[in-house]
Nanobody, 128 residues
Framework: QVQLVESGGGLVQAGGSLSLSCQAS????????MGWFRQAPGKEGEFVSG????????VYADSVKGRFAISRDNAKNMVYLQMNSLKPEDTAIYYC?????????????????????WGQGTQVTVSS
C-alpha cells in the first residue's frame, strides 16, 4: 500500500503560480512512477504530467507544457508540480497518483488505469 497526500492548492489570479506537493508513505517510493491528474467540474479527468521512478523522464500534457514542471525527491518521498502562468482553465482538483509499473512514453504515463494509488486531491482555483 502507498498513501498519497497532496497539498499546496489554493486560489490564485491568472498569471500567478502555485506549487503542489504530494507526500508518499508506505512502500519504497522510488519503485513508483508518479503522475499528476486533474478533474474540473463537469469535465473528464485529465492527465497533467508524469515522472519516471528516478526522475529522469518527464512528460506533460500539451495544455500545460512550458508552464508546469514536475519533479520528485525520492529521499523525501515527495513529488512536486510547479505551476506557472496559470490560466482560469487550469481550475480543477489536482490528484497525484502512483504506478508500480515502468513507463517511458507519454501514452504509458497518461494511462489513468495504470495508477494503483491515488491521493485525495487538492483544489486549485484560478481567477480571471
Amino acid at each position: 500500500q502507498v498513501q498519497l497526500v497532496e497539498s499546496g492548492g489554493g486560489l490564485v489570479q491568472a498569471g500567478g503560480s502555485l506549487s503542489l506537493s504530494c507526500q508518499a508513505s508506505g512502500r519504497t517510493f522510488s519503485n513508483y512512477a508518479m503522475g499528476w491528474f486533474r478533474q474540473a467540474p463537469g469535465k473528464e479527468g485529465e492527465f497533467v504530467s508524469g515522472i519516471s521512478r528516478g526522475g529522469g523522464r518527464t512528460v506533460y500534457a500539451d495544455s500545460v507544457k512550458g508552464r508546469f514542471a514536475i519533479s520528485r525527491d525520492n529521499a523525501k518521498n515527495m513529488v512536486y508540480l510547479q505551476m506557472n502562468s496559470l490560466k482560469p482553465e487550469d481550475t480543477a482538483i489536482y490528484y497525484c497518483a502512483a504506478d508500480e509499473g515502468y513507463c517511458t512514453d507519454y501514452g504509458c504515463f497518461a494511462a489513468r488505469s495504470r495508477y494503483e494509488y491515488w491521493g485525495q486531491g487538492t483544489q486549485v482555483t484560478v481567477s480571471s
